[in-house]
Nanobody, 118 residues
Framework: ARPVESGGGSVQAGGSLRLSCVVDAFTLGYYAIAWFRQAPGEERQGVVCIELRKGTTYYDESLKDRFTISSDAAESTVFLEMNGLETDGTGVYFC????????????WGQGTQVTVSS
């Protein structure tokens, strides 16, 4: 099943948002879950990835001080906490399932829009 994202919205620069990505329990425990961001007119770029089975996370170096990934196994949900958002954080945020954080992509969510205004 495709992951389902939520939590997007509009915030002012410096604000925070928490995005959610709901998957099924098997997917969360077996595969890697990654967040991508696609700014207007640009390609999707990786933000962070978590692989619970291996206990590993990979962050984009430019974001790791402000963004935090976490999970709730009981809810089969992965969260992306974004603090100190800047205007270049505007875009559609996608959740994706990967074989591994450095592996093939399996499926994408529909995305959730984040708009950061100055």
């Amino acid at each position: 099943a495709r992951p389902v994202e939520s939590g997007g919205g509009s915030v002012q620069a410096g604000g925070s948002l928490r995005l959610s990505c709901v998957v099924d329990a098997f997917t969360l425990g077996y595969y890697a879950i990654a967040w991508f961001r696609q700014a207007p007119g640009e390609e999707r770029q990786g933000v962070v990835c978590i692989e619970l089975r291996k206990g590993t996370t990979y962050y984009d170096e430019s974001l790791k001080d402000r963004f935090t990934i976490s999970s709730d196994a009981a809810e089969s949900t992965v969260f992306l906490e974004m603090n100190g958002l800047e205007t270049d954080g505007t875009g559609v945020y996608f959740c994706a399932v990967r074989n591994h954080c450095r592996g093939d992509l399996r499926t994408w969510g529909q995305g959730t829009q984040v708009t950061v205004s100055s």
